[in-house]
């Protein structure tokens, strides 16, 4: 059965930082692509990161340089570290995975304000 569960989110002032955490069960992340995804009231579903099988990673421009994606395999989780956050990040946070359908996380909250 496939399971993701993300954690991790809080409240933080701006410029603070948080690490999300998805851990993955019913498969191996390491044999797929990974994504983190966002959605702040009011707007669409938008793509974070991404984390390839092979360890490349891809960003959003918005969080590049400050949002770091990665991968313990032997834990079978994926984590988002976010650093020098800013009131615009302010969302819900979602872990994906694209197997034989999308399979998506609960979301964890992340609010940035002072």
């Not at 579903?45 to 990665?70: C, H, M, P, Q, W």
């Amino acid at each position: 059965q496939v399971q993701l569960v993300e954690s991790g989110g809080g409240l933080v002032q701006p410029g603070g930082s948080l690490r999300l955490s998805c851990a993955a069960s019913g498969f191996e992340c390491r044999l797929n692509t990974m994504y983190w995804y966002r959605q702040a009231p009011g707007k669409r579903r938008e793509l974070v990161a991404s984390i390839r099988s092979g360890g490349s990673t891809n960003y959003a421009d918005s969080v590049k340089g400050r949002f770091t994606i990665s991968r313990d395999d032997a834990k079978n989780t994926v984590y988002l570290q976010m650093n020098s956050l800013k009131p615009e990040d302010t969302a819900v946070y979602y872990c994906n995975v694209q197997l034989y359908r999308d399979f998506w996380g609960q979301g964890t909250q992340v609010t940035v304000s002072s």
